[in-house]
Structure formats: structure tokens, C-alpha cells
């Protein structure tokens, strides 16, 4: 198979991949002899990260798609999961607007010119054949196809509950299928990523891996919240830890709120169980377990704070306040507390886990 | 618990699972499985992170084991007896569902007999049904009785068996009704503009094919239909009803149900300003009425271990039965679940939290102190913690 405009334009496709192992290419060849490609996949990488797409396709097919490789080995050897994400998102976004554009020109001119994508192609690339069916009124996607591409959505109106759901097909519109496909590029993209790269390949791409930390340190991607001050928790999470505290008994939903929330901002078991055990009734054994396992020591997956939606329809939204309203938009509790530290004047704030009360 | 009433229990457990045939989940031996022996002291332990290969043949181990409970993973691994999740390496999981009355909101705990508990559960498990078996269209369900407080239902259908967590608390969502915004449950729809107007007009439609905005438009209709029958003066009382509605929004309303029934059959809320604002009360009520509230971290957990049905409740005495789903709407946990070997002789137990107790169709109303009771009625009250082994 000879490498084409269409594996360059799509190169995450199984074909793609597929040329590039015919054409017997060696990557660590290609980084120490080609200038071209580890420029363009460096590009791929930052343009990802500063637009949120990859950038204009190089001039010559070989190297267009064979930047691709490269950027997955350059996000690999930075392994952090705010590039890998931003970069999953932007190739994402790329081959979202580059089908787009394609399935309508297709349609217009009826051709199945070679060369082209096909819908049916794309959904044969993900193995969606059967799980979607064209209607008169869109598509119906099987539902568990339909979960797998929309849980990580964005927005309201991605969510099951309001989606018509009947007999096992969600019913979607033209783009939003053309969504969730962006959805399954993106998941592709990250599969398998960090990849284990050979040392010589590493070697040969030093410099452009430390350029990309430069550029990520610049934009904070990598900050993560690791400040425990309690004070400055929102108004639901300080009722949360004031319950705990007092030794009521907490619901599912809400223990599971309270301890993802700690968990977020970097607390580890033992701090919760300390922060918790003010009141000898409530068990320790069974907070360490409850908290391990949102913290996906028995899980593999972790989980993540709910958002200020699920708060409130759990009720466990309380005393809501202007920062809340007007500020964070009832967006997600950690928005609220990293406003609050924001806010705060960094040389006064006395995190609880160097304060005297820890580990009491 | 004293230690005769334990070795009491372990023993006639024992006599249950020799006599009890048991059939083991699909894929038994890619799951993990766990018990609780029958140990000393208020605690109890599980034993876990076993594979079918560290028990042996699972009639024999319980035989042999006679543990208090039985559990078996919802997940499927390369190597179930690992000590940790991940050197267990997950392949799926079936989806389960949890209903217990504990968090039921229509429970009122301390009040309800446990008949009522129970009975009200099975209300909700009708309605987690109507999602699974309509709106998700499900066709691998098993039906299981606790055992306990609840119901469980697992989903084996190879569409959800990779799901991960974040799309199973979507599932979980759906059912519960949360997260619900009446704007996206309806669609829109442009109309051409009609003659003399220049604009195109959008109409809103609650869609009647499936999910949450059919739930609602059902309602909606009902209460439609109703007004229609009603005479004016009654029907402007039901519809004031509403907040916001006063007597000329009501009337408009009534007129359209009586000249217009055809659209808002459609599911067109367009028809006046007043309808979309009573649809939207009306998904407020649907929701509260009609979800399930499930027990959301069984279903979101991948890794969960739940009871094995056809294996004793050791907190109950009472046997985890699965239900066919003919055999649903007649099953009755208090009848169904005792099981044969407690039943048709009388042991000596000495009751120490009297009161009343409804099993297998008696009524009982239990005095404190040494007495012969039916032998299922004593297990029942000694694995409660509600009397003990005494003297034959
Ligand atoms: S709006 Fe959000 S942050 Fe504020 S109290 Fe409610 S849930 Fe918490």
C-alpha cells in the first residue's frame, strides 16, 4: 500500500498506520535524518496545545503523515496528561473539520472518487457499522456505543437523561454524529499512549521535548490544585465536612462528593481519614475503604468530583453564595476553591496538613 | 450472637447448600469471589480476591465453608484471584442494578414493616424495568431478591459489558431522572411561515418516541384528555392548579385542548406560551414519580461484588432467589425467598427483640423469652440478631 493524501489527511486511520509499516519506515531513522517530519510533528504538538489543532498539513504527503508518529512519540516522552489530552482533542478537531467539509462535498457531487472518506468508511474505522443506523429524521445510535462516545461530552444536552432513548437507540442528529466520531478520533489518538519509546529515538528528540515542558510551563496547564485550606472550600463541601465531622451519617452520593472532592485537591487517604476522625463513631476502616476506592486503588478508573448540576439535583448543593451565582457560574465546586486561591494571598494561606490539627 | 446460635446457623446453612442445587453466573471462572465466614464479634471480614480455582467446585466449597455470605465480581478478569485490581487485569463487567429500601425515598424507616419495605422496592423495581427493558431495550436481565432489603437486577448484554464508569453513571443518571433539563428533552422544529406572515414560526415538540420527553408528553396528554372531558369551570380549577396559571391561561388552555387535541397529541407545546409552562411542572412531577432510585455506586463500580443468587443471606436467613420474569408480578420475597430446608419442623430459640414478624404467609406475634418456633421463623430472627439458640 503506497502512502496517499488520504492517510496523511487522516492519519490515525488503520490504513495509514498500514502504509507507513509497508513503506518500512524507522522511526528512529526518520527522527535523526529527517528535519522536516520532527519539525512538523513538534508543530503538531504545540499548535495543538496553544489552537487547539495541528496546525497546516506540510506540503509533502511523506511528511505530513509521518509527523504524526512522531508527535505521539514526542507526547510520550513529555507524558503528561494535559498534553496528552490537549493534543488527542486537537487531532480530533482537525480530522472532525476535515470530514465534515468532505462528507458534504462528497454528497453534493454523488462521487466515490477514490481517495475520498466516506461516512461509511469512518464508521467502519471504529467499528460503529452496526451500532448506527441512518433514519429519515438522523441517525440512532446503540446505546452503548452512544455512552461510550458522549460521556466525556460537553453540555446538557449530550447527557442520557435527556436524550430520546427508545429500545436501545438514541436518537442523533446529522452533526451530532459527526460529534461523536470527532469523540472516537479522539479516543483513538489516545489509545496506547505514552508509548514506550527506545532510548536513541529519545535522545535524538531532546530538544523538542524540553521545548514543549517550556511551552506547557508557560501556559500552567500542568498546575494541579495540591492546597488543602478549608476555609476556603465552597459553601457545599464545608457543610459536607462539618457533617462528616459531627459524625452524622452521609449518604452515598454525598460521601462519595466530599471524599473526591479532598481527593482532587491532592489530599491522600490517610489526611481524609484524619480530617474525618474528629468523631471516634465513625469508622475508620470503612472511610479508608470508601476513600481508596474513589481514589482508584480498588478501581480502575478515577473518579472524579460531581459538578454543581449533580450537586444540586442531589441536594447536596447548600447555602450557595455570590461566588457561586456570579463567579463560577454553579459550574464545579473546585472551580469555586480555586477561585479562593486565587484570590488569596498565597504567603497567607496555612495548609491544614501543616497546621497543627493534622494527623491529631 | 452467641457462639451455639452461630454454629447453629453455619450448620443448617450447611444442610441448605448440600441440598440446594446451585447454578453459578456465566463466566464464573473469570470473576472474583468473596464470603464472609461466620466469625466471632460484631465485625465481619471478607474473604475476597478468590478465583473459582483457589475455592474449587462452588457446591462443595459452600458446602464445605458454610459462609454467612456469598459474593461474586460484576467484573470479568484475566486473573480473578489477584490481590489488586490491577494486577487483575479487567476485561467487562455486567451492568447491576441495586434497589434497597435504605434509599428509598417512600420508605420511612422505623415505621414500615419490612413487608412494606419490601413491597415498595418491588414498586421501583417495576419502574427500573420499564427503563431497562424499554428505553434500553435490554435483553439479557436477571432478576435477583436480595435476599435483604432489595432487589438486584444484572445486565449482561455485550453492548454494555465494556462501558467504564463515567458512561455507567449516565445509566445511572438516566434512571434516577437526574441531571434531567426540560429544554433538551424537546425538539425543535421550524415551520414555514404562514400566509401574511413574513417570519418562519418554531414550534416545540416533546418528543413521543422514547426517553424522558415521552414519560413527560404521556402525562401530559393524560392531563390533556382529562380537562377535554371536564366542563370548563372544572377544568379552569384543575389547570390554576398549576403556578402561574391563572384563570385566562387557563381557559386558553382548555379552548386548545378542545379545539386542538391533534397537536398536543403530537407533542407540540407551541400551541400557547401556557402549555410549555405547565409541561414543564408536569416533568418535574414525572421525575419524581417515575424514576428508579438505585443505589448509584453498585452501578458505577466496575469491580463491585454482589450476592450470588441461590445462596443464603446471612443477616437474614433468607435465600437470594433469582426471578424468573413470569413469575415476577406473583413473587413475594417473604414466601418465596424461605427456604424448603427451614421449613416443616420447630427448633427451640429464645427470642430477645419480640414484636411482630410477617414469614412465609404467617403472622407472628412473638413474645420474649425460650419458645418452639417454625424452624425458618427462628433462623430468620437469630441471623437479624433478634433472639438466639436455645436448649432443645
Ligand atoms: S453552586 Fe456549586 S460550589 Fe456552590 S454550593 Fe452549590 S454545588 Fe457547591
Keep these: 500500500m503506497a502512502i496517499e493524501p488520504l492517510h496523511a489527511r487522516y492519519p490515525f486511520l488503520g490504513a495509514a498506520r498500514r502504509a507507513v509499516d509497508e513503506a518500512g519506515v524507522d522511526l528512529a531513522q526518520v527522527v535523526a535524518s529527517e528535519e522536516a517530519v520532527v519539525e512538523r510533528g513538534l508543530e503538531r504538538v504545540e499548535t495543538a496545545v496553544a489552537e487547539r489543532e495541528v496546525g497546516d498539513p506540510h506540503r509533502r504527503t511523506r511528511v505530513e503523515l509521518l509527523s504524526y508518529p512522531v508527535a505521539r512519540v514526542l507526547v510520550s516522552l513529555v507524558d503528561e496528561r494535559v498534553l496528552t489530552r490537549a493534543c488527542a482533542r486537537a487531532e480530533a478537531a482537525t480530522a472532525h473539520e476535515r470530514f465534515t467539509e468532505e462528507f458534504a462535498t462528497t454528497a453534493e457531487y454523488k462521487s466515490t472518487a477514490s481517495g475520498r472518506l466516506t461516512l461509511a468508511d469512518l464508521l467502519a474505522e471504529f467499528d460503529l457499522t452496526a451500532a448506527v443506523r441512518e433514519t429519515p429524521d438522523g441517525y440512532r445510535v446503540e446505546v452503548g456505543a452512544y455512552l461510550d462516545l458522549a460521556a466525556d461530552q460537553w453540555g446538557d444536552e449530550w447527557r442520557l437523561v435527556n436524550r430520546a432513548l427508545a429500545d436501545g437507540e438514541v436518537r442523533v442528529g446529522d452533526d451530532e454524529l459527526l460529534e461523536l466520531l470527532r469523540q472516537a478520533v479522539r479516543h483513538r489518538v489516545e489509545e496506547g499512549l505514552p508509548l514506550s519509546v527506545p532510548d536513541p529515538v529519545a535522545t535524538e528528540l531532546d530538544d523538542e521535548v524540553d521545548r514543549i515542558r517550556e511551552t506547557l510551563a508557560e501556559l500552567e496547564l500542568t498546575r494541579e490544585i495540591d492546597t488543602v485550606v478549608p476555609e476556603l472550600f465552597p459553601p457545599c463541601m464545608k457543610h459536607l465536612l462539618d457533617r462528616v465531622q459531627k459524625g452524622d451519617h452521609l449518604e452515598h452520593h454525598s460521601r462519595f462528593a466530599i471524599a473526591s472532592f479532598l481527593t482532587s485537591i491532592g489530599m491522600t487517604t490517610d489526611d481524609i481519614v484524619d480530617l474525618f476522625e474528629v468523631n471516634p463513631g465513625f469508622g475508620e476502616e470503612a472511610t479508608r475503604y470508601q476513600v481508596d476506592h474513589i481514589r482508584g486503588k480498588t478501581s480502575p478508573t478515577e473518579y472524579s468530583p460531581p459538578s454543581c448540576a449533580t450537586m444540586q439535583s442531589y441536594g447536596d448543593c447548600v447555602n450557595m453564595d455570590d461566588i457561586c451565582e456570579d463567579v463560577i457560574d454553579q459550574s464545579h465546586p473546585l472551580n469555586y476553591y480555586e477561585h479562593r486561591l486565587d484570590e488569596s494571598d498565597e504567603d497567607d494561606l496555612v495548609d491544614w496538613r501543616e497546621s497543627e490539627d493534622a494527623g491529631a | 450472637m452467641h457462639e451455639q446460635t452461630r454454629a447453629y446457623l453455619r450448620g443448617r446453612f450447611g444442610d441448605y447448600y448440600r441440598r440446594t442445587g446451585l447454578s453459578p453466573p456465566p463466566d464464573a471462572s473469570e470473576r472474583e469471589w468473596g464470603y464472609v465466614p461466620w466469625t466471632e464479634g460484631p465485625g465481619e471480614t471478607m474473604v475476597r480476591h478468590r478465583s473459582l480455582l483457589d475455592l474449587g467446585e462452588l457446591g462443595e466449597f459452600l458446602a464445605r465453608e458454610r459462609p454467612k455470605h456469598v459474593y461474586f465480581s460484576a467484573g470479568r478478569y484475566d486473573d480473578p ?23 428509598l425515598p417512600s420508605v420511612v424507616l422505623g415505621e414500615d414493616s419490612y413487608a412494606t419495605m419490601l413491597a415498595k422496592c418491588k414498586d421501583a423495581l417495576e419502574r427500573l424495568l420499564d427503563f431497562l427493558d424499554d428505553d434500553f431495550g435490554f435483553e439479557d436481565l436477571t432478576v435477583v431478591f436480595s435476599g435483604g432489603r432489595g432487589y438486584h437486577v444484572h445486565v449482561r448484554d455485550e453492548t454494555v459489558r465494556g462501558l467504564d464508569s463515567d458512561a455507567r453513571r449516565e445509566v445511572v443518571d438516566y434512571v434516577r431522572g437526574i441531571g434531567l433539563e426540560f429544554d433538551h428533552l424537546v425538539d425543535e422544529e421550524t415551520v414555514d411561515g404562514e400566509a401574511g406572515r413574513v417570519s418562519p414560526a418554531t414550534n416545540r415538540y416533546l418528543p413521543a418516541e422514547g426517553g424522558w420527553g415521552a414519560r413527560v408528553h404521556e402525562r401530559l396528554l393524560e392531563l390533556a384528555e382529562a380537562v377535554r372531558e371536564q366542563d370548563e369551570e372544572t377544568a379552569i380549577e384543575t389547570l390554576s392548579a398549576y403556578d402561574d396559571i391563572g384563570e385566562r391561561r387557563a381557559r386558553a388552555m382548555y379552548n386548545i385542548a378542545g379545539d386542538r387535541f391533534e397537536e398536543i397529541e403530537r407533542g407540540n407545546i407551541s400551541a400557547h406560551t401556557a402549555f410549555e409552562q405547565v409541561a414543564e411542572q408536569v416533568a418535574a412531577v414525572t421525575v419524581a414519580e417515575e424514576n428508579a432510585p438505585i443505589d448509584e455506586p453498585v452501578t458505577t463500580d466496575t469491580n463491585r461484588l454482589i450476592r450470588l443468587p441461590g445462596s443464603l443471606h446471612g443477616g437474614s436467613g433468607l435465600a437470594v432467589v ?71
Design chain 2, 81 to 103: 484471584g489477584a490481590s489488586t485490581m490491577s494486577g487483575k487485569g479487567w476485561r467487562s463487567s455486567d451492568l447491576v442494578f441495586d434497589l434497597d429500601a435504605d434509599h
Design chain 2, 322 to 392: 433469582r426471578i424468573e420474569r413470569a413469575d415476577l408480578d406473583a413473587f413475594d420475597p417473604l414466601v418465596d425467598a424461605v427456604p424448603e430446608t427451614f421449613v416443616g419442623h420447630d427448633i427451640a430459640v429464645d427470642v430477645t427483640d419480640p414484636g411482630a414478624v410477617e414469614l412465609n404467609g404467617e403472622a407472628f406475634d412473638l413474645d420474649e423469652g425460650v419458645q418452639q418456633l417454625p424452624e425458618y421463623l427462628g433462623v430468620f430472627l437469630m441471623a437479624r440478631g433478634r433472639a438466639e439458640k436455645a436448649q432443645e
